[in-house]
């Protein structure tokens, strides 16, 4: 595996229900975040770790909980989603702490929250 | 109020037709200017990162640029496997410091037709 790779790619999921998302990096950065991208709207920054240190919640409603074990791993636990929270999330990451901090996303999690 | 505008919202291009997206930035310190492609159902790719006024990056048939307000990513002799959207970001700070938020524009969904 090459890259930052993300499982599922696809999710369907009552309101009722809890899931977890799942990313993970190969490229030894130590940055990871979380985006939300919805149709007509720029991606929003969810969250974002940092040496698995949580160092920004963008007022991410509490449905949404991360979970950071390492540097190479990201989760993003869901329950009690609204119809609203469809859409796609993307994870990224990148090495800070130098000049070139670039993010690299992963393909991305459709989500369908019926 | 954006602090990221991209325009157009839409271009339609002929194969061999060259033009150019902008993306105009209210940032009060920019650490860097980043742009990315992204095709439909996937996760955005990394293409260029502008750090200083009049800074130019070049790959294949894209060019970017950088003044103090705007970056421009200009594609000469587009074909049609560049249709995709592009996406223009910013980040704040100053080198060294811990932010390392992107604020992304809505892109422009280019299309190039044979």
């Known amino acids: 595996e090459t890259g930052v790779t993300q499982t599922p790619r696809h999710l369907v999921m009552g309101m009722t229900n809890k899931k977890s998302l799942k990313c993970e990096q190969h490229?030894?950065?130590?940055?990871m975040y979380w985006y939300k991208q919805s149709a007509k709207k720029p991606l929003e920054l969810m969250f974002v770790y940092n040496f698995k240190e949580q160092t920004e919640n963008n007022s991410v409603p509490s449905r949404f909980s991360p979970e950071c074990p390492n540097s190479s791993h990201l989760f993003l636990h869901l329950h009690t989603l609204q119809p609203e929270d469809s859409a796609l999330y993307l994870c990224?990451?990148?090495?800070?702490?130098?000049?070139?901090?670039?993010?690299?996303f992963g393909p991305g999690t459709r989500l369908t929250v019926l | 109020e954006d602090q990221v505008t991209q325009s157009p919202e839409a271009l339609r291009l002929q194969e061999g037709e060259s033009s150019s997206l902008n993306c105009s930035y209210t940032?009060?310190?920019?650490?860097?200017l980043f742009w990315y492609r992204q095709d439909p159902g996937k996760g955005p790719e990394f293409l260029f990162t502008?750090?200083?006024a009049g800074e130019e990056k070049e790959k294949e048939r894209l060019k970017a640029t950088l003044t103090k307000k705007e970056s421009f990513l200009h594609i000469t002799a587009p074909k049609p496997e560049d249709s995709a959207t592009y996406l223009c970001a910013v980040q704040e700070g100053a080198s060294g410091g811990s932010n390392y938020k992107l604020t992304f524009g809505k892109g422009t969904l280019l299309t190039v037709n044979p």
């Open positions: 990224a990451s990148s090495l800070t702490g130098t000049r070139n901090n670039e993010q690299f």
């Open positions: 490229l030894g950065h130590n940055a």
């Open positions: 940032v009060s310190g920019l650490r860097g």
């Open positions: 502008l750090y200083s």
